[in-house]
């Protein structure tokens, strides 16, 4: 079977351990912190922070996958059925008693067996059931502690009454002052949106964290023990060609190792070669979406990627740069850049322009 996890969040022996960043962020929980948690997409910010809470003793945690909210009622059901899996039957029972006015119902799950409970929708309309669904936490909280997070939280501004949710948010929040909120993200200018903003009701609200790349050596005795779970070996210097191609990036590591585990057979020892093969399948699954976006580029936006994808390209602003790529002048380069970070292709790094997927950038290099 395929040893390698991508796309969900990853835990056990799937997960490689970030001993640091656990120990950080644990301690800030630990002392009923609000942290929010913030870095490049599929760097692992979800699996680490549930890792990090679930070995926390003495602190339950309350995961709320706030994606795609739509509107109060989908918060408030959210947010209720994420209880369900903090207790017992008595647990939701007092749930279900606690925010009695949205019409509370027990279902089972078809597949596990176990309790879930969910909200009338209909009932769920207004600000004042965020309150009631808020207040619930603050008396659970009262008995049992909990650290309550909020997984794609940026998606709460595409509820209509998103100003009024979010206020009334931050104000529950702040007669909580031992109960750790962590507010995660992945689309990072709506994120800023809401924590610095002068006039968000968050801003300035939570202490900030970072998940960056993940410590190589650790990730490489990682990804070692994973191909021989699969049957595979593998050197170290393989293992960097794959760290490289993949940015360091947890989940998109993850997934070049399951296309060059799958263009391998059992008992191979891995080369550089099969992992140039394993890049050509993510190519192959992804090239649609890649054609797609590099279609809708204005030429100087496609002049300037195909500039930041090779990897010894000179700074971006100079005259070589403008030069080797045909672009006019510096105040085009800025705007394709403009374009490129809001349709979230490349970000900005330490003042370098990276590329979002470095799966893409590869493609991009090759064209
Ligand atoms: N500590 C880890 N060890 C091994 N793989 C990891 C680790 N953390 C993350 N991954 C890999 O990255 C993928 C994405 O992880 P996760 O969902 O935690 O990241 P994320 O930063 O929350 O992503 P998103 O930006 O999509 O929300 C996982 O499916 C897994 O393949
Ligand atoms: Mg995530």
Known sequence: MNPFKYGCVVAGENYCRRPELQRQLGELVKSGQNVVVQGPRRMGKTSLVVETVNSLRGIALLYVDLFSVKSVGDFCRKVVAATAKCGKRSFLERTAELVKSLRPVFTVDRDTGAPTISVDLKAARNVESVEEVMDMIASHSAAKRFCVVFDEFQDVLDIPEADAVLASLRSKIQFLPDTPFIFLGSVRNRMRDIFDSPRSPFFKSAISFGVER??????????????RAGNRSIDRETVGKILATADYISGDIQELCETTWLVTG??????????????????????????????KLTAVQASVLKGLADPDHCKVFSGEFLET??????????????????????????GEYLFENPFFREWVRRR
Do not use: P, W
């Open 266 to 295: 059992d008992g191979h020892r891995i080369s550089a070669g099969d992992v140039a093969k394993g890049l050509e399948a993510v190519f192959a699954r992804e090239s649609r979406a890649f054609i797609s976006t590099f279609g």
């Open 214 to 227: 993940i410590e190589e050596s650790a990730m490489t005795d990682f990804l070692i023990g994973r191909f």
């Open 325 to 350: 790529y045909g672009i006019r002048n510096v105040g085009s380069v800025s705007k394709a850049l403009k374009r490129l970070i809001r349709d979230e292709i490349i970000y900005e790094f330490n």
